[in-house]
T-cell receptor, first 113, second 109 residues
Framework: EAQVTQNPRYLITVTGKKLTVTCSQN?????MSWYRQDPGLGLRQIYY???????DKGDVPEGYKVSRKEKRNFPLILESPSPNQTSLYFC????????????FGPGTRLTVL | KNEVEQSPQNLTAQEGEFITINCSYS?????LHWLQQHPGGGIVSLFM?????KKHGRLIATINIQEKHSSLHITASHPRDSAVYIC???????????WGAGTKLIIKP
């Protein structure tokens, strides 16, 4: 089944404790991205990747890191989480960046205390 | 001013009603995406269109490039259509997606 998976689905952590949210797709997509969704603000892009070893900042990259060592995986790293990073996070992928259907992961609800 | 505006923000209707959700954008686009987010949070793509009209089951999406406006219609609405509907404009300059804030739809039985 074609899908984007994210783990964990739910995470409660404390300020400053490094964490990684994994994202994996099995569709051989080139383009992957991370979004956060906050009430009243809609989806905001954190980082995106056009292909392996090619990543770039989105609209709200501060406090986040990503890597793209393999085509299928695009982990999101919070080196020192803060409470303002409490949010619902989505990983998404598409075949390319241009004019292609977006496939979303199930979301990760992160709470930073 | 947001580059992508959706209306209404919230919509409550009775089962069976014809539903229209609007999306206006101010940028040049290569495509317009409509997505659905269910109460559980999952987001699925409904349509991607650059001109005219697309239909899938009871859902119809239209776009008017000259007026920079797209609509999502649901015929014979059902409670299972209750969800947040999001439009996103794909900019023709760099293919970045500009997201609308979403329309929360509730269909009452």
């Amino acid at each position: 089944e074609a899908q984007v998976t994210q783990n964990p689905r739910y995470l409660i952590t404390v300020t400053g404790k490094k964490l990684t949210v994994t994202c994996s797709q099995n569709m051989n997509h080139e383009y992957m991205s991370w979004y956060r969704q906050d009430p009243g603000l809609g989806l905001r892009q954190i980082y995106y990747s056009m292909n392996v070893e090619v990543t770039d900042k989105g609209d709200v990259p501060e406090g986040y890191k990503v890597s793209r060592k393999e085509k299928r995986n695009f982990p999101l790293i919070l080196e020192s989480p803060s409470p303002n990073q409490t949010s619902l996070y989505f990983c998404a992928s598409s075949l390319t960046r241009q004019n292609d259907e977006q496939f979303f992961g199930p979301g990760t609800r992160l709470t930073v205390l | 001013k947001n580059e992508v505006e959706q209306s209404p923000q919230n919509l409550t209707a009775q089962e069976g009603e014809f539903i229209t959700i609007n999306c206006s954008y101010s940028v040049g686009i290569s495509a317009l995406h409509w997505l659905q987010q269910h109460p559980g949070g999952g987001i699925v793509s409904l349509f991607m269109l650059s001109s005219g009209k697309k239909k899938h089951g009871r859902l119809i999406a239209t776009i008017n490039i000259q007026e920079k406006h797209s609509s999502l219609h649901i015929t014979a609405s059902h409670p299972r259509d209750s969800a947040v509907y999001i439009c996103a404009a794909e900019m023709d300059s760099n293919y970045q997606l500009i997201w609308g804030a979403g329309t929360k739809l509730i269909i009452k039985p």
